[in-house]
């Protein structure tokens, strides 16, 4: 009887699944900087979703859980291989010679190259608000820390985002003003 009931759980929550998955990849991507690890923790995700996808009590909090499962599952993989991981730096193959674009990939790529440089605890919230958009409760309860905790890693993490950015010296760079997402 579970069996089936996880099995119509799972064929309703589909769809949702599948909509949330270039946005799981992204954060994954963001936290490991690795695009087949990041693909692994994303399938991972859904797996563990659709497996237990009757102990879901409120499809309204579908994100905020999908997202627990997420973090849990790359909190899972650095127990495993450890704190010091070394992650290798990817050069974006999808670049186009237009100026505009190119401008706006340099900025992405500093944009990018900051964040990677953030300690984990702040790469991971910042990329949840600011990338996810999420609020300070749901990254409290994805992440299992107060909401003041929350609140002063992403303080630290935009006040250090906006130091590394203003360093580059770029003007585009420093036209640009970090969004506060609540």
């Not at 490991?32 to 859904?46: F, G």
């Not at 990677?116 to 605890?121: I, M, R």
């Not at 409290?140 to 609140?151: L, Q, S």
């Not at 640009?176 to 609540?182: A, E, G, I, N, Q």
Request: aromatic share 10%; net charge positive.
């Amino acid at each position: 009887m579970k069996v089936v009931k996880n099995l119509v759980a799972a064929i309703s929550l589909k769809s949702e699944f599948a909509a949330r998955r270039n946005k799981l990849y992204r954060i994954a991507y963001s936290w490991c900087h690795d695009p087949a690890l990041a693909d692994d923790l994303v399938q991972e995700t859904i797996y563990k979703a659709i497996k237990n996808a009757s102990k879901l009590r409120d499809v309204n909090t579908l994100d905020s859980w999908i997202y627990r499962i997420l973090y849990n599952s790359w909190q899972d993989y650095l127990r495993v291989k450890g704190r010091n991981v070394e992650f290798v730096e990817m050069q974006d193959e999808h670049q186009s010679g237009h100026s505009d674009n190119y401008q706006q990939s340099q900025i992405v790529k500093r944009v990018r190259a900051s964040v990677e440089q953030l300690p984990l605890a702040l790469r991971e919230v910042v990329t949840l608000a600011d990338f996810a958009g999420f609020s300070y409760a749901q990254i409290a309860e994805i992440t299992e820390v107060p909401i003041g905790t929350v609140m002063s890693r992403l303080f630290r993490a935009r006040k250090n985002l906006k130091q590394q950015l203003l360093e580059f010296g770029s003007d585009e760079i420093s036209e640009f003003k970090l969004r506060r997402v609540k």
